[in-house]
């Protein structure tokens, strides 16, 4: 729990995320080993600190070239009491930083994820490569080569501002946003969801809307993450099978969720993310599935397009335009999108084009859409609904 903590304040010091991990590490052995003995202090995460920052100070001491940031910090830090334990909900600067410097975008987007669940998330090598359904030997490679680059490139240990900031500001919500999306939607697997990736990028999310609350833009990615998590246990059956939007039994969706998704959108702007935080509160107001507002949903996902322009935003969009206009209106849109750049390989697009399709009676058309949508997907659950799909066609 306080990993990131000891990580964020001793990296202030060695400037270094790697070293500072290392450092972090070794204030926990040392508590593994004198805690059984002395008892756990009363403020245990004031003890971690203290004993991660004294090792740093250790290490700044013992390398010449550092003597001037020894003069500077080392005897402040060395005299100073132990800090206070911050209250739960408190987070200082120094893990703002940290945030930062994993998400930095001179990393590719993989190894940012992987850096920032496994310095902000606590979690190991082993856990974000069953996560991600990678060998754990790549998440090792991944985790040591940003560290590296980061040390490497000099990346400075502090908040940007200016131009910078907001360039910097998109590349961890973007981090944040993935690791939420694999885990709302897993891209290969047997599982459809991993509620775990979840709640970690949901966690970070938090964290991000108290270091950063002026950023409307924060709330809006934690509007988008909080409604979206509402429908976790309602996204699979008793088995793990999929269960679609409009088969959800929407008594089980998480209010409390819903509501804190609410009211971060109260503080959201008008960027990418809180325009589809709009769109998800449309769902949730939504008491039954037919009562969606899906003429709202698609002048959303207009803006939305406006904003990022992609074919899988166009996408979603002639979803809601078919549920608005008819899916004549949407598969139109959907048939413009065949030639778009990466779409042939995108098993979403035959899979809504099938549906499109069987919604106008056309199911022998459908068939070979829900069959090809099932070659294309890398997720074991998603392919066994769009073969049932398929074969249901069959007795229309």
């Known amino acids: ?3 990131a903590r000891i990580i964020a304040g001793v990296a202030r010091i060695v400037r270094d995320v790697g070293i500072a991990e290392e450092l972090a590490q070794d204030a926990l052995v040392a508590a593994l080993e004198q805690w059984p003995e002395s008892g756990i202090p009363d403020k245990p995460g004031a003890w971690l600190m203290a004993t991660a920052k004294h090792r740093a100070i250790d290490l700044v001491r013992r390398k010449e070239t550092y003597a001037r940031k020894l003069a500077e910090v080392g005897r402040t830090l060395e005299d100073a009491p132990p800090p206070e334990p911050a209250e739960p909900d408190a987070i200082d600067d120094d893990l703002l930083r940290l945030i930062f410097t994993a998400c930095h975008p001179l990393l590719s987007a993989e190894a940012r994820a992987a850096l920032t669940l496994r310095l902000l998330g606590g979690l190991t090598t082993e856990e974000i490569a069953r996560a991600f359904l990678v060998a754990e030997s790549t998440v090792a490679q991944r985790v040591v080569r940003a560290k590296r680059a980061l040390a490497k490139a000099g990346v400075p240990f502090e908040v940007p501002y200016g131009a910078d900031r907001a360039e910097r500001l998109s590349s961890v919500l973007e981090v944040i946003y993935l690791i939420f999306n694999e885990g709302y939607s897993a891209t290969a697997g047997d599982d459809l969801v991993r509620p775990a990736l979840c709640e970690d990028a949901l966690r970070l999310a938090r964290v991000l809307q108290g270091l950063m609350p002026g950023e409307p833009e924060v709330h809006g990615l934690a509007a988008l993450l909080e409604i979206q998590a509402s429908r976790m246990a309602t996204r699979t059956g008793p088995d793990g099978e999929p269960v679609l939007l409009a088969d959800q039994n929407r008594a089980r969706w998480n209010r409390a969720l819903i509501l804190r998704g609410m009211g971060a959108l109260k503080r959201a702007g008008t960027g990418p ?4 935080a709009a769109i998800a509160a449309c769902h949730a107001r939504a008491v039954r ?4 507002d899906w003429a709202t949903i698609a002048k959303l996902y207009g803006r939305l397009l406006a904003l990022t322009p992609s074919p899988v935003v166009e996408l979603n969009r002639a979803v809601a335009v078919s549920m608005a206009d008819g899916p004549a209106a949407g598969l139109d849109l959907v048939d413009a999108l ?11 697009l035959p899979s809504v084009r099938g549906d499109l399709l069987e919604r106008l009676g056309r199911t022998g058309e459908a068939r070979a859409e829900y069959e ?8 074991a659950r998603e392919r066994a609904l769009l073969l049932e799909r398929a074969a249901r066609t069959r007795g229309s």
């Open 1 to 3: 729990m306080e990993s």
């Open 273 to 276: 993310y809180s325009v589809q």
């Open 289 to 292: 599935y037919d009562d969606t």
């Open 338 to 348: 065949a030639e778009a750049p990466g779409m042939d390989a995108y098993h979403l």
């Open 372 to 379: 090809r949508a099932a070659s294309l997907t890398r997720n």
